[in-house]
């Protein structure tokens, strides 16, 4: 291989500092060292081994460092003088990182531990700094040995010690301190220790990453959950796929393993699935896979043991082989650092964290995950318990007889709980208790038809019938007469022949009317009948209806449904007695009519007369859906505080629902009311992250469970918490591409702003070209420019300049083709002005980026609009900006051999000139907009009298500053004030 030269070396060396560390880095930086130190450049080979220190620092290999350490400490020694006072400093500052590799390193003796924390102590004090950081570094070698004295000595001598330039950083000194308090079990002073790193007040290059993964169990110990769910999402956003951060990411498996969240433990697990054979860094090893134990050991707990989990090393393993598998690799690295620390310290804190239990049932944590298929111990959430008195949840209640009296008045109430009840009943009957009386075998038949229809089941009608006869021979003709609708329903659900449904229909209701008059419920049997029969009347006139001549609501049922109503109201129905929540189900339906038609006005009285109807009967289960309705009645009118009254009363009677879908949409509608109120973003939240919650448990994950996550993505983005709008967003997103072209472009709009606010413009721009190419077929070219122009900034911003360019120039075709946004159009001349001289350009790029703004003033020609004139005035002024770029370029630059000369002092001179003019344009087009453009206002006069000084005219920058000063007195307002203040201040240096 041919000797690389020093010129290659030191490029080498500069873009391997620019390159993203791991493996590749490191092996980048072996390769140029080892060539540094065969061309016996000293000072070359000096640089090349701090290069190759910091690539093992931030990597997977962290332990490797201590030989290309030992290296640079041996050059030291040698010629202390020919290290530069940043060389001497850098040597010092990566001995505490060694120190810790040393310990980290279970080949290296304890003796030659101690002997390099001795050498590091006498340094340290020959070279004057304080022992803060040898007594941390201390502190991290007894508690690797389980020297619990010597560490809480440690721990307090480095707290005690002056902070000095070989102190860690605030943020990591936090970070272990915080963890020092955890592992001694004061989560709470643990937690309050960290809070400055957690808050933001406190940063590094990898905090707060740890301190959120630390952070997990603690808070959720202290019953501290919401927090506990945020530094979850934060921080693995923040620790995903960094070498260096793998402990990190292995606490946050632990953590979902904990806390009900074994799914997405389970992904977190694949996605880093590359890391779980032999590292370097074994104790990294170790750490990491004591996390993947726990999670495993979960789900074989949970009956997954057979299971596929991840690859090992690219063979597939069940759960359990891979758990044998890690656990036999970890338990071998713990057992090599017992026996070089003398104690079994560190294979008992493996096996104690590995047999952590669950610390609670689930902890919903918003972002989608596939679930775990059903096993032989499932796990889930069960709906909120029922607190009606008259209608107990199931239970292990030894008086069979009571139970099948509460599940009966259940039934009779309609209460939610009557399903659990009656489910429990069927248990015990199959079991062998003795029922209580011969009618219950009839009601369990009638029960499981129901289930059946519910589900769709074919055998439904059959069981319907069955449970008909039985009811007849048990005496119970009231329960004969619902059946007999079963039957007829079932018969309609499957698809049966038009004519036999009708004469189902016929004698359920038949069996209805023939009830004693004496039966209390045979107006209800009678009620329902009718009702069914006009729905199911309706659907069958729908099915003999061809499709392009169906209209959104059938006027038929609209008017059955009226004169039903208006029968059991008028009191022409005698036999109207309790049947109150049965009208009040016809008046919903009514409603949602009126809803499908946009008539807001019809509907409303509609849905609070049914909410009251079912208050008044005594089931406010049944009053949620048209609260909730009404509700969004409200908001669509804009009366958002009746809207938000009537959606806390929907959730307040929500209580005693126990259909997760209902649970779902009722928060759904609160937390989408919520988010047009200031400052209530937090709680909107909350709703919506039930919502999701509950929407999984009922198998709606991809399709309301992506709607829901869509509206918690918004509300975490409205109360600022971008990092988990962002990682809910994006496990939202490949079920919400699936719901149709709008919704995928407005959800990859969204991720991509989110992403624009935490930094990440590339993957912000992939988002926005992708939302792009999907609008792309549409008629209407404004949501493709618009996205185009989005991707194009997010670009820029990531230094993509070609790429950016071309994106801009897309926007501004599909701008002008769509013809009615000159302020797009633009805004986008002008940010391709400005990208046309990023980095050096000379007189040609200048005069291409003029034209260019020159063609933004021609689109705002003659407009008076307010925002319009906004947009002419923001382009004079950065006209203004970009000629004077173009002078001190030109005067400032650096000129290379060949350069052409620097223009005139007389043109520089003209072009000032013209700068100033142009700011006074700009400011007289900001005062013609008053207080809402002041700020630029205020800051184009003060550029344009600095221009006047710099052209030598002083004075003439002093009358601006006066006049601007008499204008802005003559305002009202604190800002108008304090610009006239500031103003007086530039006046006064001008002088």
Known sequence: MTALTTEEILRGLAENARAPYGAARNARAETLAAAAEAGGDRELFR????????????????TKMVVPFARLLQEYDRDPSAFADHEVHGLF???????????????????????????????????????????????????????????????????????????????????????????????????????PVLSGGKSCMEEPHRVLAHSLLPLVRLGRLDEARSHHLRGYRMARGKDSLLRSVGRHIEFCALTGNESRGLEILAEHAAHLGPLTDVESQMEFAGGVL???????????????????????????????????????????????????????????????????????????????????????????????????????????????KHARTARQKGHPSADALWARVGELADAGAELPDHAV??????????????????????????????????????????????????????????????????????????????????????????????????????RETPEEERQPVDAHLATGLEDFVTALDSGVRTDAEDVADIVAEAELALARMALTTGDLVRAEPL?????????????????VEPLSLRARVLAARNDMEGAEALARAALGHAAELTDPEEHAAVRLTLAEILLHR?????????????????????????????????????????????????????????????????????????????????YDQRAAAEQYLLAAETAKGWDDPRPQASLAHSAAEALSGAGLRDQSRSAYGRALELWRRAGDNPVGEVRVLRSLAW????????????????????????????????????????????????????????????????????????????????????????????????GDALRERFQCAVRAAWTEHALGRAQDGISRM????????????????EFARQAEQVRERLG
């Open 47 to 62: 640089r090349a081994l701090d290069g190759l220190i910091d690539a093992y620092e931030w990597s997977a290999e962290r």
């Open 93 to 195: 500052w990566r001995f505490k990182w060694v120190a810790g590799r040393i310990v980290e390193s279970p080949e290296i003796p304890l003796a030659a531990v101690e002997r390099w924390l001795t050498d590091m102590e006498r340094r340290y004090r020959l070279a004057g700094y304080s022992e803060r950081a040898v007594r941390q570094a201390e502190f991290h070698l007894a508690d690797a040995t389980g020297d619990e004295a010597r560490m809480d000595r440690a721990a307090a001598a480095w707290t005690a010690a002056a902070r000095d330039r070989m102190s860690d950083c605030h943020a990591c000194e936090i970070n272990t301190q915080g963890w020092y308090w955890a592992r001694k079990g004061d989560d709470a002073k643990a937690i309050g220790i960290w809070e």
């Open 294 to 404: 726990v999670l495993l050991r979960r789900l074989a707990e949970l009956g997954h043991g057979h299971r596929p989990a991840v690859p090992y090393q690219g063979t597939g393993h069940t759960v359990d082989e891979l758990y044998a598998r890690l656990s036999a690799d970890a338990t071998a690295i713990a057992a090599r650092f017992d026996a070089r620390n003398g104690s079994p310290h560190v294979s008992e804190e493996l096996a104690g964290r590995i047999g952590r239990q669950p610390l609670v049932d689930v902890l919903p944590l918003g972002v989608r995950s596939a679930g775990l298929p059903a096993a032989t111990a499932p796990v889930g959430v069960r709906p909120p318990a029922v607190s009606d008195a008259s209608a107990p949840a199931a239970t292990d209640d030894p008086d069979f007889a009571a139970l099948v």
């Open 441 to 542: 075998s009839a009601d369990l038949l009638e029960f499981r038809a129901t289930t059946a229809a519910r589900a769709g089941a074919e055998q439904a009608r059959g069981l319907f019938a069955e449970a008909a006869a039985a009811q007849r021979a048990a005496g119970q003709h009231a329960r004969a007469a619902y059946a007999l609708l079963g039957i007829a329903g079932a018969a309609a659900q499957s698809g049966g022949e038009t004519g036999e449904i009708r004469r189902l229909l016929a004698v359920a209701a038949e069996a209805a009317r023939a009830l004693e008059e004496t039966d209390p419920v045979r107006a209800r049997r009678i009620a329902v009948a009718e009702l069914t029969t006009l729905q199911i009347e309706s659907y069958l006139r729908g």
């Open 607 to 623: 849905l609070t007369s049914a909410a009251h109807r079912c208050l008044t009967a005594e089931r406010p289960w049944e009053a």
């Open 678 to 758: 200031t400052g209530a973003a937090d709680e909107a939240a909350a709703h919506a992250l039930d919502a999701a919650h509950w929407l999984d448990q009922a198998g709606r994950t991809a399709t309301g469970g992506a709607r829901a996550r869509l509206l918690l993505s918004r509300a975490y983005a409205e109360a600022d918490r971008t990092a988990e709008a962002a990682e809910v967003l994006q496990s939202a997103l490949p079920d919400l591409v699936e719901h149709g072209e709008q919704e995928a472009v407005e959800a990859r709009r969204m991720l991509g702003g989110l992403l624009s606010r935490l």
């Open 835 to 930: 990208l046309t001289v990023d980095g050096r350009a000379g007189d040609e790029e200048y005069g291409q980026a003029r034209a260019l703004m020159e063609q933004a003033l021609t689109v705002l020609e003659g407009s008076e609009e307010p925002e319009l004139r906004y947009e002419r005035a923001q382009t004079w002024q950065q006209l203004a900006a970009l000629l004077e770029d173009s002078v001190n370029e030109d005067e400032y630059g650096e000129e290379d051999e060949g350069d052409a000369p620097s223009r005139a002092p007389e043109l520089a001179a003209a072009v000032r000139a013209e700068i100033a003019a142009l700011l006074d344009r700009a400011a007289t087009g900001y005062a013609t907009l008053g």
């Open 962 to 977: 006066t006049a601007l000063v008499a204008d802005l007195r003559e305002l009202e307002g604190a800002e108008a004030a």
